[in-house]
T-cell receptor
Framework: EPEVTQTPSHQVTQMGQEVILRCVPI?????FYWYRQILGQKVEFLVS????????KSEIFDDQFSVERPDGSNFTLKIRSTKLEDSAMYFC??????????????FGSGTRLTVV | GEDVEQSLFLSVREGDSSVINCTYT??????LYWYKQEPGAGLQLLTY?????DMKQDQRLTVLLNKKDKHLSLRIADTQTGDSAIYFC???????????FGKGTSLLVTP
C-alpha cells in the first residue's frame, strides 16, 4: 500500500536554529499538507499546498515557516528560527483531492521535533 | 475556529462494543473522518462519511451521522486489545481543505 514517508523520525535542534523536515508524498496525490501535534494536544493544521503554491494556511503558519516542493517527489517544511514552543510532532499528509471522491488523507508517521 | 469535541477517555472490556462520540459545530462540514493513532505512530484513516449519508458500515466499524444534531459516532464491534489507541474525529468542508481535528478519545481495552 502506498505510504507517505517522513524523515527524520526525530530531530533535536537548538533554539534559534533552522530546521527542514522532509516528506515524500504519495506519487499520484495532488494536495500536500503539514500538521503538527504538540504533546497531549490536538492535531493542528499548518498549511496545504497545491499546484506548487500554498492553497490554505493557518494562523500558526507565520513568517517563520515555509514550504517547498523542490523536485517532483519531496515536500519540505522549513522553520527558520526555531522556538521552544515549536517542539511537536509534525505530520505530513497527501491526498488525491478529487472532488466527489475523497478518501481522506494519508499521513506519514511524523517527525518529532525537539527544540532545546 | 469551529469546534470538534470528543470525550477524552473510554474504557471497555475485550469483546464488548465501543462507541466513541464526536460533535462538531461547522454546519458546512461535508466530510467527516475517524482516524486512529497508536502510540508513537502516525494517523491512520479508519473510515469516512459524507454529510449526505446517515450511516456507513465497514467490517467491525459502524459510523453514524446525525447531521441535524451535528453528532458523529464510531462503533467498534467485538473490541480487541489491539484497538487500544487514540481515536480522532475530524471534519473538513471540502476535499483538499484543511482537516479540523478533535482532541482525540483514548480507548483502553482491558482483557
Amino acid at each position: 500500500e502506498p505510504e507517505v514517508t517522513q524523515t527524520p523520525s526525530h530531530q533535536v535542534t537548538q533554539m534559534g536554529q533552522e530546521v527542514i523536515l522532509r516528506c515524500v508524498p504519495i506519487s499520484n496525490h495532488l494536495y500536500f499538507y503539514w500538521y503538527r501535534q504538540i504533546l497531549g494536544q490536538k492535531v493542528e493544521f499548518l498549511v496545504s499546498f497545491y499546484n506548487n503554491e500554498i492553497s490554505e494556511k493557518s494562523e500558526i503558519f507565520d513568517d517563520q515557516f515555509s514550504v517547498e516542493r523542490p523536485d517532483g517527489s519531496n515536500f519540505t517544511l522549513k522553520i527558520r528560527s526555531t522556538k521552544l514552543e515549536d517542539s511537536a510532532m509534525y505530520f505530513c499528509a497527501s491526498s488525491e483531492g478529487n472532488r466527489g471522491r475523497d478518501y481522506g488523507y494519508t499521513f506519514g508517521s511524523g517527525t518529532r521535533l525537539t527544540v532545546v | 475556529g469551529e469546534d470538534v469535541e470528543q470525550s477524552l477517555f473510554l474504557s471497555v472490556r475485550e469483546g464488548d462494543s465501543s462507541v466513541i462520540n464526536c460533535t462538531y459545530t461547522d454546519s458546512s462540514s461535508t466530510y467527516l473522518y475517524w482516524y486512529k493513532q497508536e502510540p508513537g505512530a502516525g494517523l491512520q484513516l479508519l473510515t469516512y462519511i459524507f454529510s449526505n449519508m446517515d450511516m456507513k458500515q465497514d467490517q467491525r466499524l459502524t459510523v453514524l451521522l446525525n447531521k441535524k444534531d451535528k453528532h458523529l459516532s464510531l462503533r467498534i464491534a467485538d473490541t480487541q486489545t489491539g484497538d487500544s489507541a487514540i481515536y480522532f474525529c475530524a471534519e473538513s468542508i471540502h476535499s483538499g481543505y484543511a482537516l479540523n481535528f478533535g482532541k482525540g478519545t483514548s480507548l483502553l481495552v482491558t482483557p
